[in-house]
């Protein structure tokens, strides 16, 4: 599918002309955007984990992640996995810990982002005593799709539930007619969607072999409401 045919199954979706004035092509794009975000963060797409180095000094507790990635999923020390928290539970668990002596890490937190580079924050606790270098898991933001030619980094299935999301963010556009029980029915269907891709993409329909063996995950829903 391109990113032109994306377009026009959205306007599918919504019935509605592609010179519809309250539709732009610049506001599917921006919904489908939007979509890919949602689709990546809430189903962690594995074609957008990667690991991100980053070189940790001795006394420094806090560091920053390059790349902007839209989570951290987890940190490996040396080889060992570190353990996430917050500020606020190590507040509870170890009142004392900013006095703390440096030693190896054990545990992770997320300090937001930095304010002038979007970086993502991590701090450590203890703070490293040694220098070492941390091995991040994050998940990418997805790539703005191509302008022209095939959309590559996504299947059909995930380009589906991203056009049922862009109409679904139309109409919540309250000036659209029926637009509550519209809004309902491609929220519903995009949630089928990712259902279908969360439990085709388990540990455990591989290891039971259903989603191989059940090929109605291939199978979008069809379309409903007017």
Do not use: C
């Amino acid at each position: 599918m391109t990113r032109a045919e994306l377009r026009t199954l959205v306007y599918e979706l919504v019935g509605r002309p592609s010179t519809y004035a309250r539709l732009s092509t610049t506001q599917i794009d921006a919904y489908v955007a939007e979509g890919m975000m949602r689709f990546a963060q809430e189903t962690l797409t594995p074609a957008l984990i990667d690991f991100v180095s980053v070189a940790l000094s001795s006394g420094t507790p806090t560091y920053t992640v390059s790349g902007s990635p839209l989570r951290l999923l987890s940190i490996q020390v040396s080889g060992a996995p570190l353990i996430p928290t917050t500020l606020q539970r190590l507040y509870v668990a170890a009142p004392a810990f900013q006095s703390a002596s440096n030693a190896a890490p054990t545990h992770w937190m997320s300090m937001g982002r930095d304010g002038s580079t979007g970086s993502s924050v991590v701090r450590l606790y203890p703070t490293p005593n040694a220098s070492l270098t941390a091995s991040v898991a994050v998940l990418k933001k997805p790539a703005a799709l191509p302008s022209s030619g095939s959309i590559l980094e996504w299947d059909d299935l995930e380009q589906q539930a991203f056009a049922y999301f862009a109409a679904w963010r139309h109409f919540q556009n309250k000036t659209e007619q029926d637009q509550s029980g519209f809004a309902k029915t491609m929220m519903e269907n995009y949630s089928q969607l990712e259902s279908q891709y969360r439990r085709y993409n388990s540990l455990e329909s591989f290891n039971s072999q259903d989603a191989l063996q059940q090929s109605a995950w291939r199978s979008p829903p069809q379309p409903q409401g007017g």
